[in-house]
């Protein structure tokens, strides 16, 4: 049992004090527009708006080490030549008091060497498209002491994707200025582009590089540049090859002495008209960007952008605030959860450090779930985002499966056809209603596939989202699958023999047969809040014809995809079943049981507890539930690529947290507290602390895929950060355990406890007004919420009366004793 630090709950921090983790843990920096990954010892990159096409630094992904790249800060004493980094990476060597701080946005590391005490954070300041790293160099000996302080960047020449590849002509095109000191990094900029990014120093330079190979020095690593070795920078200028940025700072510090020293990392852009300074000259124009460097080179500046950013996430997390006697569901929920899913709803699944940063753009299904958790935060981003993902819809109903964020468009490459997809938006309209009220998003006028002329309102849009499954049905009345559901590995209309093609977009079969039963569950689901929609606007008739659908797809559910003990998963392309005892191997997926009792299908005839029962006998393990059993032994290709991956990895019967939420939320719906928070304390990364070494990505951030019982690394995650988990599981804890639930006549108190708790106290910001919740619980009950007290006044039942803008309410929820 391996810690490598612990929270700190009062400054929402995770302090690291050792830096060789299991894997580098990262942090985000920015919040808009201007991005970064930052590890514990300062490797990582930076971008703006979009990972692959603006990327500012260069950073190596599956190298070995594994975290090259960085924001990287050398310390040379002069008296004897001795060299380290105050970030540990990239030196390495002894390092002592070294610590970590991951804060929300920002991120500070240090540690002392030689009475020589260096700490240094990084941060980006709200709406500026740039990053400050203030360094802080304090002398603790009893003499004077001379230092050399080097900072070191290596520039990526935008497009990370040619940038990695097509060195014939990168290695010709790099270009800098250096101008007061500021390093300009302008590749490309005299042609099309009219954007650069900058590099500055608050102090005054002994020297500078920007020529990699002058700082490294040749046949050198980034541990031991010969620049530093030295003392003595090359004021070079590069010319192709690779351009880097480093300053050289001398520091003669006085015993006791600290100094401030502030570099600023920023992206600009100029109007096209308006590059160049002189006109017709090749020199950058700096006119606009350097007022935004001399201000934030001021510690003062910098304070302010600190205290700017604590205020932000103050404010986004005093939303929802619980005290539970559980401190890892607090500080999930409180802080970290919130956090997670903040950074998803940014970056979707672009940047981390399993995702290359040049992969997919926003996943249609991604970002409409992403929404879930973080709606409460920032309902007018919820709103956009909303409305750009219907823009990417087609008029069938079906959508785009990926988008480009700077664009907006559809992605023709991948296309469409996960049959799925279209579902998620009516689950995030409707969150989206519950959460604000604004039912009038549905008259918004959007268009289909971004072609103008196409406009239609949002509800419009939402109506064809359920034809597109009703249109689409299979011989036993099931929703056909495509080419694939939520399960992107379940490709049943692709038989793929060839290595390298893709198991989703490869067409080898016509579907017409392949049908999935959770996407059964799903459009069950979804057609309750449509039709709880329609009814807000006074539709009763369409809302019961919604009501009708959904209830026909139970019906279809419970005749062909009940297996007798649990929900089937699926019928392939020869009309098999798959999921069934009859199955040899992947006879039980936990998907279809957590969504089909979502949509209440099992809730009036025991089939739901029966299901749930299956899933503790077969597929929950100490680390998190399994996607299923037995694991595939061996390839089928009639299933795709679920049973491409090694037995007890990802979709082939991993632990894919995101799944475990909906099993979370179905235990509640039968009234089962302590199996949906033991569930989810299994794969609670604060939970998981104590088994860092075991666990080894970080523990304040859930991971996607946790390795199941069948891999030999049991117990060990991966794919941390960006994953849909982190939505479903603020929604499932404080939605369905804690039973704080937004809804169209106002917030529900409906808890699902566990049995030895007496209750807890949680504070929510809903539609403008204040909520303080008390909730209390007889001990060794599971009762459920019998009537409020609403400022001291009786209301039966849970839904607390919506109270006006700027009211504090105070709300007293007590458990009934009976189960
Ligand atoms: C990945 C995808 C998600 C999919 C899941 C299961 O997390 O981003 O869209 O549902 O895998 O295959
Ligand atoms: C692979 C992964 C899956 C992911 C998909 C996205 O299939 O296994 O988790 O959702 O790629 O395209």
Not at 530 to 540: E, F, I, P, S, Y
């Amino acid at each position: 049992m391996t810690r490598f630090g612990h929270f700190d709950d009062q400054a929402r921090e995770y302090v690291i004090s050792q830096p060789d983790t299991p894997l580098p843990w990262i942090n985000y920096l920015g919040s808009e527009d201007y991005f970064g990954i930052i590890s514990n010892t300062a490797g990582g990159y930076s971008f703006y708006r979009d990972a692959r096409l603006r990327r500012l630094t260069r950073y190596r992904y599956n190298n070995a080490p594994l975290d090259v790249g960085g924001r990287y800060l050398y310390l040379r004493d002069r008296a004897n030549g001795e060299v380290w980094s105050p970030s540990w990476q990239p030196v390495g060597g002894e390092l002592a008091d070294y610590r970590c701080r991951h804060g929300l946005g920002y991120t500070v590391i240090g540690g002392r060497r030689a009475g020589i005490e260096a700490e240094t954070l990084y941060v980006v300041p709200l709406g500026e498209t740039l990053e400050i790293w203030r360094t802080r160099v304090t002398n603790h000996r009893s003499t004077p002491a001379e230092l050399s302080l080097f900072s070191a960047v290596e520039f990526c020449l935008w497009d990370a994707w040619d940038d990695a590849t097509n060195f014939q002509r990168n290695y010709s095109i790099g270009e800098v200025e250096v101008e007061d000191g500021v390093i300009y990094h302008k590749t490309e900029y005299r042609e099309r582009r009219n954007h650069f990014a900058y590099f500055a120093c608050s102090a005054e330079l002994a020297g500078f590089d920007t020529r990699r190979d002058a700082f490294l020095g040749p046949h050198r690593g980034w541990d031991r540049p010969l620049a530093v070795e030295s003392g003595r920078s090359g004021d070079s200028i590069a010319h192709g090859w690779a351009p880097c940025g480093s300053h050289h700072v001398e520091l003669a510090l006085r015993p006791g002495e600290t100094r401030e020293v502030v570099f600023v990392l920023g992206y600009a852009e100029n109007p096209v008209e308006a590059k160049f300074d002189p006109p017709g000259s090749q020199t950058i124009d700096k006119r606009l960007v350097r007022p935004v460097i001399d201000r934030y080179r001021r510690t003062d500046e910098v304070d302010a952008a600190v205290r700017r950013l604590r205020h932000y996430w103050d404010g986004l997390l005093d939303t929802l605030h619980v005290t539970t006697p559980s401190e890892h569901v607090d500080r999930m929920v409180n802080t970290w959860n919130a956090y997670q899913c903040m950074v998803t709803f940014n970056l979707s699944r672009s940047a981390s450090l399993f995702e290359s940063g040049i992969g997919r753009g926003m996943g249609f299904r991604d970002s409409t779930q992403d929404l879930l958790g973080f709606v409460h935060m920032v309902p007018e981003r919820a709103r956009a985002r909303i409305l750009d993902v219907a823009a990417t819809q087609f008029p069938t109903g079906g959508a785009y499966h990926q988008y480009q964020p700077l664009t907006k468009t559809g992605n023709d490459a991948i296309g469409s056809g996960f049959n799925d997809d279209p579902l998620w938006l009516v689950l995030a309209v409707a969150a989206y209603v519950k959460e604000t009220g604004d039912v009038d998003i549905l008259d918004e006028r959007v268009p289909y596939d971004n072609e103008p002329g196409s406009e239609s309102p949002l509800d419009d849009h939402l109506r064809r989202s359920l034809r597109y499954t009703l249109d689409r049905l299979g011989p036993h009345g099931l929703p056909l699958i495509g080419r694939a559901d939520w399960n992107d590995c379940l490709n049943l209309n692709c038989f793929s023999e060839t290595p390298g093609e893709s198991f989703q977009t490869t067409e080898n079969r016509e579907g017409g047969v392949a049908e999935s039963v959770f996407i059964g569950g799903l459009f069950t689901l979804a057609s309750g809040e449509l039709a709880a929609l329609a009814d807000r606007r006074g539709r009763h008739d369409e809302a019961e014809s919604w009501r009708d659908a959904g209830r026909e797809m139970a019906a279809a559910v419970r005749a062909h995809g009940w297996d007798g003990a649990w929900f089937r998963r699926a019928y392939d392309y020869a009309g098999e079943v798959i999921g069934s005892a009859e199955n040899e191997e992947g006879r039980i997926f936990v998907e279809p049981q957590g969504m089909c009792v979502l949509a209440g299908i099992g809730l009036d005839d025991g089939r739901a507890e029966v299901a749930l029962s299956s899933v503790a006998a077969h597929l929950a393990t100490p680390h998190g539930i399994v996607l299923q059993q037995p694991a595939y032994g061996r390839y089928h290709v009639e299933l795709g690529e679920i049973s491409s991956y090694p037995p007890g990895y990802k979709e082939n019967a991993g632990i894919f947290c995101h799944t475990n939420p909906w099993i979370i939320i179905a235990e509640t719906l039968v009234g089962n507290g302590d199996r949906a928070l033991d569930y989810h304390l299994r794969i609670n990364p604060s939970a998981r602390e104590e088994i860092s070494d075991q666990h080894r990505c970080e523990p304040y951030v859930y991971a996607q895929m946790i390795a199941g019982k069948d891999a030999p690394t049991h117990g060990e995650a991966k794919n941390s950060w960006l994953t849909g988990t982190a939505a479903w599981s603020l929604v499932a804890v404080s939605q369905w355990i804690l039973g704080i639930r937004p809804d169209h006549d106002g917030l529900r108190v409906d808890p699902c406890l566990p049995a030895d708790w007496e209750g807890f106290t949680a504070g929510r910001r809903f539609r403008g007004a204040d909520y303080r919740i008390t909730v209390r619980a007889p001990r060794g009950t599971q009762g459920r919420v019998s009537h409020l007290l609403v400022d001291g006044r009786r209301v039966e039942g849970n839904l607390i009366p919506p109270a006006p803008q700027g009211a504090t309410v105070t709300v007293d929820a007590v458990i009934d004793g009976s189960p």
